[in-house]
Structure formats: structure tokens, C-alpha cells
């Protein structure tokens, strides 16, 4: 079993930049794919980025590649998300989840889900 809580998310302004945190607790945290997904009112749950075992690969979609960037700190236990030039279409409530195997972009290759943190953009 894993526990998994985000933080992070608040109201910000196009253009800014915000980090959120995933805490993880339970298990062996070193030894599960990591992704950040993201789910906007009336739409999809859709990843953000993955990253995989040993913080050495990553993957973003296009829609965030280069401007988000997915690390891990397995000694603490916590996936991070760093979003820099953030758009008013990157508001959603953004969840992190552990399982897969990497590149994992389907929310059903991941097995335990954190409750979200909103991130809301205004223009």
C-alpha cells in the first residue's frame, strides 16, 4: 500500500511559476513510476509528466513539455512538479499516482492515486 498527498496548488497568474509535492508513505516508494496527471472541469484526466524509478527518464506530453519538469527525491519519499509559464488552460485539479511501468501515460496503468491539489491560472 501506498499513501500519497499532494500540496502545492493555489490561485496564481499567467506566467508564474508553482512547484507542487507529492508525499508518499507506506511502501517502497524507490521502487514505483511516479506520474503527475491533471483533470480540467468537464474534461479527461490527462498526464502531465512521469518520471520512472531512479529519477533518470522522464516523459511530459506535449502540452507542458518545457515548461513543467517532474523530479523525485526518493530519500524523502516525494515527487515534485515544477510548472514554470503557466497558461490558464493548465488549471485542473492535478493528482499524483505511483505504479506503472515507465513511460505509463494511461491512468490505468497506475495503481494508487493521491486526493489532488487545485491549481487554478487566471489570465
Known amino acids: 500500500q501506498v499513501q500519497l498527498v499532494e500540496s502545492g496548488g493555489k490561485l496564481v497568474q499567467a506566467g508564474d511559476s508553482l512547484r507542487l509535492s507529492c508525499a508518499a508513505s507506506?511502501?517502497?516508494?524507490?521502487?514505483?513510476?511516479m506520474g503527475w496527471f491533471r483533470q480540467a472541469p468537464g474534461k479527461e484526466r490527462e498526464l502531465a509528466a512521469v518520471?520512472?524509478?531512479?529519477?533518470?527518464?522522464?516523459y511530459y506530453p506535449a502540452s507542458v513539455r518545457g515548461r513543467f519538469t517532474i523530479s523525485r527525491d526518493n530519500a524523502k519519499n516525494t515527487v515534485y512538479l515544477e510548472m514554470n509559464r503557466l497558461k490558464p488552460e493548465d488549471t485542473a485539479v492535478y493528482s499524483c499516482?505511483?505504479?506503472?511501468?515507465?513511460?505509463?501515460?494511461?491512468?490505468?496503468?497506475?495503481?494508487?492515486w493521491g486526493q489532488g491539489t487545485q491549481v487554478t491560472v487566471s489570465s
Open positions: 499516482a505511483a505504479g506503472g511501468i515507465f513511460p505509463a501515460t494511461q491512468p490505468n496503468q497506475y495503481t494508487y
Open positions: 507506506g511502501s517502497t516508494f524507490s521502487s514505483y513510476v
Open positions: 518520471i520512472g524509478r531512479n529519477n533518470g527518464l522522464t
